[in-house]
């Protein structure tokens, strides 16, 4: 079974960028949609953003217009780029597919000043 590891979460200002990565253990060419998730202490984790094999991608409202999902099939990682980030950003971030897999460690993304 495919497993996903997350990476580049950090401390960020109000207003500024983080790239995150989602390093598949296998190739990633014959899932259909994989996606970027969120959970804050206390909450249920919450959907972000997904994309599908052909590119077609979704976003939750909250982060529309400041996220973008990516996919490289070659180098099997998945991508979300965050700017404009909000301290309500703050979050462990996890990427998963569809159906899901067991859940990774995730990456932790902190926005403050």
């Known amino acids: 079974q495919v497993k996903l590891v997350e990476s580049g979460g950090g401390l960020v200002q109000p207003g500024g960028s983080l790239r995150l990565s989602c390093a598949a253990s296998?190739?990633?060419?014959?899932?259909?949609?994989m996606a970027w998730y969120r959970q804050t202490p206390g909450n249920d984790r919450e959907w972000v953003a997904m994309?599908?094999?052909?590119?077609?991608?979704q976003y939750e409202d909250s982060v529309k217009g400041r996220f973008t999902i990516s996919r490289d099939n070659a180098k099997n990682t998945m991508y979300l780029q965050m700017n404009s980030l909000k301290p309500e950003d703050t979050a462990v971030y996890y990427c998963n597919r569809l159906p899901k897999i067991p859940w990774g460690q995730g990456t932790q993304v902190t926005v403050s000043s």
């Open positions: 296998e190739s990633i060419k014959t899932i259909g949609v």
């Open positions: 994309i599908t094999a052909v590119g077609s991608t």
